[in-house]
């Protein structure tokens, strides 16, 4: 089967350490498009955060699925093809966890994030990188009461950014006790919390619903574990040099680093070779 549509994640993918696309992304992401395939960005980031990338590949996108699955964006038509919210019950019972960390966390509702007064300033602490708290701290929505005030915003998932990886695998372990909510790490020290059912691998299933195409005419590139049963599912499942070990062996191909151009090495050896031979 040909490979028709590309996806793929942006931290620790398409993005560099410095959160760049490379020329060398960018120009082998360009062939790829020349030669008729259609390109998705595939991020748990809402799509006004993945605009940088957007604008990198100028034109090049067709379509974000964004918050790990729950809305998929035609970037041509304008228009969202998919979305799916969180159920009202389910945000409470995340929020019932995640309060008992009494650290920082956000919600992605609409097309940006929130979180309770009075957290905002914690951002600083949890070792994000500077261009992270930069965008949430000046896109941030805060809250008087939370998360009460929720309820007038379509809440997709929770984020949790923090350096403590003992509170995060115990948070972890209170997500995955608490029926209808579930979560993955998106790095090591971030954990996303996010309705049972809905990943990247789910949202993607509704592009491709929409595209009359299957999972055997698709490429996958992620490097955490939100990417990984997209990975398994598509026909071919690359893996970023830095991904963990357990995301390497899932995958179909091992990649270069992100900081050492992994989408345009991949691209390279699994596509482009083929198209010129």
Known sequence: MAIKLMLLDLDGTLFDKEERVSPENIAAIQQAKANGMKIAICSG???SDCQTAID?????????????GSTVYDLTASRY????VMPWDLVEKACHVLNATHAFY???????????????????????????????????IVLECFP?????????????????????????????????????????TSLEVFPEGMDKRYGVEQLL?????????????????????LLQASKIGVAMGNSPDFIKQAADFVSKPCWESGVAHAIHELLLQNLSA
């Open 56 to 68: 990198a590949l100028d034109g090049c996108c067709d379509y974000a699925v964004n918050c790990n």
């Open 148 to 188: 009460e005030d929720l309820d007038q915003y379509d809440v997709f998932k929770f984020y949790l950014p923090n350096p403590d990886v003992e509170m995060l695998a115990d948070t972890r372990a209170k997500i995955l006790d608490t029926p209808g909510i579930t979560t993955a790490y998106s790095g090591t």
């Open 209 to 229: 619903n929409h595209l009359g195409i299957t999972f055997d005419n698709v490429i996958s590139m992620g490097d955490s574990e939100n990417d990984l049963l």
């Open 106 to 140: 956000h919600a992605y509702v609409d097309n940006g994030v929130a979180c309770a007064a009075g957290v905002k300033e914690k951002l600083v602490e949890t070792g994000l990188h500077s261009h992270h708290i930069a965008y949430y701290m000046a896109n941030q």
């Open 81 to 84: 093809i998919f979305k799916q």
């Open 45 to 47: 980031r809402v799509l």
